[in-house]
């Protein structure tokens, strides 16, 4: 650090650009900002560079992959790629490495252990703010800012508006589960591998690995009894082998996270470690050829945090933009990650949305409303909670932190602030392109969804998270297809453990779940229809045009059975992929 210390004081020399997290796209902005010459300073609160992928050890990327299995984020997030040997599933401890040279090829400043402390911004600007390092105080000041961090701590700081959790939706505030990363030893990593091939392939069952990752023993989670029913769960086992044959599990759920309250969430990951002990002893006893010998020998320094604030933004990414891959004007990034959320309560199903067209992501969900010299990059930006099922994960930030670095660089040059670059993108667009972004949505043809009578009604529920759609279904609704009884279920089961968790209406639910799970992915039929209808005291009408239930249908008969218990419709009304106001 460059600076002068006076009175336990440390004042630092000028920077352009001050970033507050050394999270993946933290690291990008500033070797970004760097590369185009301006003075940046990277601060991070803990020991590690990294974020998710580190302190959370969360040690497979979610990839969303075009021609040739190549990622759709390209730029600055290639040659990560490229450093941690271009696998899904990579060494904690190499991209953290990889992290750290980047920034220090460059001569971008790190400061590690730096916590924010107090923030001085007046009216549209961000103009100082002091960090706490090993018990010193350090205050900066800078023209330009970028909030890097998974919960946009600085940002809030300094008066941004969010929503929280899901609030957007009208159901509730709750925040998805969390997740505690534990590394195991022992574990047999080329027996797992042909396993979860042989699972996946024999049963059916979406299981799976390749290369350093695997993905599977789904079943193995019923039968965990966990110490706190309310608390924890395991779900399937998500695994990332390590250089020294070691292996990172990604399977152990926390609900009840508040990830805005750094010491609740401290008090709970300790309480996840004592959980974590315990699933190993049951990994031990379930499977024991492949876990019997398996040992804990260490847990993520942090929880891995899904979900906490949504900015504000100048403008907000909603489920269907991503869905329909829209593109924007100010687009700076191209998403492809399916629409899937966890789980908010324990034991509910799955948030599946679908799989969107690769859909762009607009430079004005990074500039909070009311600020000038502000920039958000993180899963914390300005996206609805369902939209950020897909918009979170962490390649696409780190394509958005580069397209905040290049922002930084053109604000200082060319004497704008933040707003006026959303305003005259072109500038930064033809800049990332040279860089090697990839700004190029591929969006789908709703014409189908919009022809639908059940259309508005259906965009009502996704935007809630309400309208499940699975997989295979890509780039829109297929309203014009019959619902799956599964689907159904599960868009009721969604509603009523938000709404009314301890109502008939959800025990009406669970009991139809086992009784329908013979024929989960078939179609609704209208008989059925009723019977579960009739068990929630409904009498809603139903056309007799078919047999079977449409999945427009459908979503009007869930809207007209949710709307009492939520709030009024979305401000906005459903848009067409060619709405010149959001959309090109």
């Given at each position: 650090m460059f600076g002068l210390a006076f009175l336990g004081w440390a004042w630092a020399a000028p920077y352009d650009l001050v970033i507050y997290g050394a999270t993946p796209q933290g690291v990008m902005a500033a070797v970004a900002a760097t590369r185009a010459g301006l003075k940046v300073v990277v601060l991070e609160p803990t020991a590690h560079v990294g974020g998710v992928l580190t302190n959370g050890a969360l040690a497979t990327l979610d990839l969303g992959q075009g021609d040739r299995g190549r990622p759709f984020q390209e730029g600055l997030f290639t040659e990560f790629y490229r450093r941690i040997g271009r696998q899904p599933s990579f060494d904690?401890?190499?991209a953290e490495a990889a992290?750290?040279?980047?920034?220090?090829?460059?001569g971008a400043e790190l400061w590690t252990g730096a916590k924010l402390d107090r923030l001085d911004a007046e009216g549209s600007r961000v103009n100082a703010a002091t960090f706490v390092q090993d018990g010193k105080p350090l205050r900066l000041e800078a023209p330009f800012w970028v909030d890097a961090s998974d919960t946009a701590e600085l940002a809030y700081a300094a008066g941004a508006q969010f929503t929280l959790g899901r609030e957007d939706t009208g159901l509730d505030n709750a925040q998805m589960a969390a997740g505690l990363g534990f590394r195991l030893e022992g574990v047999p990593w080329w027996g797992v591998w042909l396993s979860l091939n042989r699972e996946g392939l024999f049963e059916r069952s979406g299981a799976g690995a390749w290369g350093s990752s695997g993905w599977g023993f789904s079943k193995i989670g019923d039968g965990y009894d966990p110490s706190d029913l309310g608390r924890y769960r395991l779900r399937g086992l998500n695994l990332a082998r390590q250089s020294d044959g070691s292996v990172w599990v990604n399977a152990l759920l926390v609900y009840g996270v508040d990830a805005t309250d750094p010491q609740s969430c401290e008090r709970l990951r300790r309480g996840a470690i004592l959980e974590a002990q315990r699933v190993v002893r049951y990994l031990r006893r379930a499977n024991p050829l492949f876990f019997g010998a398996a040992r804990l020998v260490e847990a993520a320094p942090q929880l891995y945090i899904r979900e906490s604030r949504h900015l504000k933004g100048l403008y907000r990414l909603k489920a269907d933009d991503v869905l329909y891959g829209r593109d924007f004007p100010d687009t700076v990034a191209v998403g492809s990650y399916p629409l899937d959320g966890q789980s908010y309560r324990r034991g509910e199903a799955l948030y599946l949305q679908g799989a969107p067209a690769p859909y762009g992501v607009p430079f004005r969900t990074m500039v909070p409303q009311g600020f000038t010299n502000l920039l958000v990059v993180s899963q914390a930006a300005s996206y609805d909670s369902v939209a950020a099922f897909s918009a979170r994960v962490a390649p696409l930030q780190m394509a958005l932190g580069q397209a905040a670095g290049i922002a930084g660089y053109l604000a200082k040059e060319k004497g704008l602030d933040f707003p006026t670059i959303a305003q005259n993108p072109e500038p930064l667009r033809t800049r990332l392109l040279a860089?090697?972004?990839?700004?190029?949505?591929?969006?789908?043809?709703?014409?189908?969804?919009?022809?639908?009578?059940?259309?508005?009604?259906?965009?009502?529920?996704?935007?809630?998270?309400?309208?499940?759609?699975?997989?295979?279904?890509?780039?829109?609704?297929y309203l014009e297809e019959p619902i799956a009884i599964g689907d159904f279920l599960i868009n009721l089961e969604h509603f009523y453990q938000a709404k009314l968790p301890n109502g008939p209406q959800l025990e009406a639910v669970l009991r139809a779940k086992p009784f329908y799970r013979p024929k989960w992915r078939e179609a609704l039929y209208r008989a059925d229809a009723y019977r579960i209808l009739t068990e929630l005291g409904m009498r809603l009408p139903l056309p007799e045009n078919d047999n079977r239930v449409r999945r427009g249908e459908a979503a009007a008969l869930l809207w007209e059975l949710f709307k009492p218990g939520l709030s009024k419709p979305l401000k906005e009304p459903p848009e067409g992929v060619n709405n010149a106001l959001s959309a090109r």
């Open positions: 904690v401890r190499q992290l750290r040279k980047m920034l220090a090829e460059l860089e090697g972004a990839n700004l190029l949505p591929e969006p789908s043809d709703p014409r189908k969804d919009t022809a639908d009578p059940g259309y508005a009604d259906a965009i009502e529920l996704y935007r809630r998270g309400l309208f499940s759609t699975p997989y295979f279904m890509q780039g829109r609704l």
